[in-house]
């Protein structure tokens, strides 16, 4: 039995040196999303209609339970109303849940509201702030617990950067700067850098900050009123305006062959509503 143990450490620290030793090569890590469940990951802005119909489909319809985290804000406290963008399309179950405090992320009083959720939201402002507050608590383990039920996370702004594994913007001095004092996001989507607004505020070229150091992750850039749709390893474009990939390719509908392009790990494209991707592949899906 002892070597039998040994014999499987010695083959996770061999992975674990395989993981590292591509990294530090600058070869593409495995993305991986959700094995159950939805997410919905918003660049921020004024949302349509269309976006929040279809968080609260996945979520199981207007009657599903629904948490929303409006914490990333900074309010000391939030009431009801932190929940009227879905109401006023007809969610009928929602309830809103904050704390500052890890401690009281772990309370069973606490969590009361994520043991039966079917979708949490998480909003706009600081997603440092979540991190201190829900990362490696009670709360955080159900947040994935409504993925296991085939519920739906989203957010938007903040609340799309912490669905990555890396955490850009995560410096609690200020939002411009890329890699910070906070870089572990809740890592819905795995070897992943979310930034967002990414169009509306000119930040197209901030992600090559994140990727020349950790050229491993994928990185998605989401423009505002804008969502991807992931499902286990492929997401799909819903919104108005454009996400944009970093993948050390460039895609385009009428081809490459006569484009004069940057090298590759300067590349970046556009992903419109309807589009589709493949994130196990890096490809977009034709």
């Known amino acids: 039995m002892k070597k039998i143990k040994t014999g499987f450490l010695s083959f996770f620290i061999f992975l674990i040196g395989i993981q590292t030793i591509q990294a530090q090569n600058g070869k593409a890590a495995?993305?991986?999303?959700?094995?159950?469940?939805?997410?919905?990951?918003?660049?921020?802005?004024?949302?349509?209609?269309?976006?929040?119909?279809?968080?609260?489909?996945?979520?199981?319809?207007?009657?599903?339970?629904?948490?929303?985290?409006?914490?990333?804000?900074?309010?000391?406290?939030?009431?009801?109303?932190?929940?009227?963008?879905?109401?006023?399309?007809?969610?009928?179950?929602?309830?809103?849940?904050?704390?500052?405090?890890?401690?009281?992320?772990n309370t069973s009083a606490f969590v009361a509201p994520l043991k039966n959720a079917k979708g949490v939201w998480f909003g706009g402002g600081r997603q440092w702030r979540l991190v201190d507050s829900y990362k490696n608590t009670e709360a955080e383990k159900l947040f994935w617990e409504v993925l296991n039920r085939g519920g739906v996370i989203g957010g938007s702004s903040a609340g799309a950067s912490i669905q990555g594994s890396y955490l850009a913007r995560g410096d609690t001095k200020n939002n411009q700067i890329m890699m910070g004092d906070h870089e572990v996001g809740f890592g819905f989507l795995k070897n992943v850098a979310i930034d967002q607004h990414v169009l509306a505020r000119n930040r197209q070229f901030d992600l090559f900050?994140?990727?020349?150091?950790?050229?491993?992750?994928?990185?998605?850039?989401?423009?505002?009123?804008?969502?991807?749709?992931?499902?286990?390893?492929?997401?799909?474009?819903?919104?108005?305006?454009?996400?944009?990939?970093?993948?050390?390719s460039f895609w385009s509908r009428e081809g490459s062959n006569l484009k004069n392009l940057p090298e590759e790990k300067a590349q970046f494209y556009f992903l419109r509503s309807g589009d589709k991707y493949d994130l196990k592949k890096r490809k977009v899906i034709n």
């Open 209 to 248: 900050t994140i990727l020349k150091k950790k050229p491993e992750l994928l990185g998605i850039g989401i423009d505002e009123n804008t969502a991807v749709i992931v499902q286990n390893d492929k997401f799909e474009v819903l919104g108005a305006s454009y996400v944009l990939m970093y993948d050390n």
């Open 30 to 105: 495995t993305v991986k999303g959700p094995e159950k469940g939805s997410l919905v990951i918003v660049g921020g802005g004024r949302l349509s209609s269309n976006i929040i119909e279809k968080f609260i489909e996945l979520a199981g319809g207007k009657d599903a339970p629904i948490v929303v985290i409006p914490t990333a804000a900074g309010r000391d406290s939030y009431d009801e109303n932190s929940a009227n963008f879905l109401k006023r399309h007809g969610a009928t179950n929602v309830t809103v849940l904050h704390t500052a405090d890890p401690k009281e992320a």
